[in-house]
């Protein structure tokens, strides 16, 4: 290479691939934040179940479906036999409950897709926040009126701790003196 070639190249195409480099960096950073923190994320499901429907218009408890959500870490999600239960009966001839026969007489289980999920390194436990009075609808929205469950909280370290250090912004039916969560490093990466 030249004396003139090599000026050119660190004076004027070195800073502008850096300036490249850094500006596709911090945009794509940026615009993807809301992806990375799981916000918005719907996932098509295997069987078209509407959670507006069966909680929302018909009622039923959330723990009716989601029984260890009281008992332990994981909320649980139902086995066919709880479906079956009352779809032995209800819209047999549909398109979506002949789907759901074939998972329950084949014995496969729903392949449902995860939505929420914190990274292993990180314990959560729904038992200890459901029972000091926290509501679904705190951390996961008004599921009661969505077809398709969405994601529309983050669970980002810095949304944990935001709660944790003053649940009642987050919790409408808390006081200021209600019961803080850990803030402590071992509390949740165990
Ligand atoms: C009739 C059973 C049933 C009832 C009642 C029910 N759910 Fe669900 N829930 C499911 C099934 C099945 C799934 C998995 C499929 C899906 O995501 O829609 C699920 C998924 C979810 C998820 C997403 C799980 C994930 O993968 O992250 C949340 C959050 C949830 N339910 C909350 C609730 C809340 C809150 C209520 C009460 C307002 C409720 N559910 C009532 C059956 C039920
Ligand atoms: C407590 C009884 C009950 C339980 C439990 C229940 N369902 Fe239903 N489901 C119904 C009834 C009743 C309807 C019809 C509601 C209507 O059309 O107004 C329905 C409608 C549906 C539909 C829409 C069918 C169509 O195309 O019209 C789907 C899909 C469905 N349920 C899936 C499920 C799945 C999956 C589960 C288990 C996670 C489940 N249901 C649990 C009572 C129940
Ligand atoms: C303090 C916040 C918080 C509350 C309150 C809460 N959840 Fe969750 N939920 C989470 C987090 C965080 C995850 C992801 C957990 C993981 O990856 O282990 C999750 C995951 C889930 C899942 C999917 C995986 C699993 O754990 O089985 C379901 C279903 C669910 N929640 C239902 C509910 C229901 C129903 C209620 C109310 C009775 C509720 N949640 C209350 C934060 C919460
Ligand atoms: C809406 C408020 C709220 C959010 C959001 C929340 N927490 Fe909590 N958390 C609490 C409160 C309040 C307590 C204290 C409950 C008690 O001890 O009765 C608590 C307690 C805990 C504890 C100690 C009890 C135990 O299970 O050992 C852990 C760990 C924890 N939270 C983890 C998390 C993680 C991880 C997240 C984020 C994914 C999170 N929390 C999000 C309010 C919240
Ligand atoms: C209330 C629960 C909670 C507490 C307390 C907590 N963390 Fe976290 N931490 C999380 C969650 C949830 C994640 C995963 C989500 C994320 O990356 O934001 C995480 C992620 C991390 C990561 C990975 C970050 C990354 O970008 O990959 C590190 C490192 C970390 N925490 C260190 C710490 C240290 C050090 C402390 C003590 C000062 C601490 N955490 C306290 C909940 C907590």
């Not at 994320?41 to 723990?63: N, T, W």
């Not at 009352?86 to 398109?95: G, I, K, T």
């Not at 980002?156 to 250090?165: E, I, V, Y």
């Amino acid at each position: 290479m030249n004396k003139k070639i090599l000026d050119y190249t660190l004076k004027v195409r070195f800073p502008i691939t850096i300036f490249v480099i850094i500006a596709t960096f911090a945009i794509t950073y940026y615009v993807s934040r809301p992806e990375r923190d799981g916000i918005g994320y719907e996932p098509d499901q295997p069987i078209k179940f509407s959670h507006r429907l069966h909680a929302g218009v018909m009622g039923i408890d959330c723990k009716y479906c989601h029984t260890e959500v009281t008992k332990s870490r994981h909320a649980g999600i139902p086995s066919v036999s709880t479906c079956i239960n009352c779809h032995s009966v209800a819209r047999r001839d549909r398109e979506e409950i002949v789907k759901l026969f074939y998972y329950y007489e084949t014995n496969t289980p729903i392949p449902w897709k995860r939505i929420h999920k914190v990274p292993d390194y990180t314990y959560f436990n729904h038992s200890v926040h459901v029972n000091s009075g926290i509501e679904c609808v705190s951390c996961h929205g008004h599921v009661e009126r969505m077809d398709v469950v969405s994601q529309i909280e983050s669970f980002t370290m810095g949304s944990c701790l935001d709660c944790h250090r003053e649940p009642h912004l987050k919790v409408p039916q808390f006081t200021e003196n209600a019961k803080k969560g850990p803030v402590n490093c071992f509390a949740c990466h165990r």
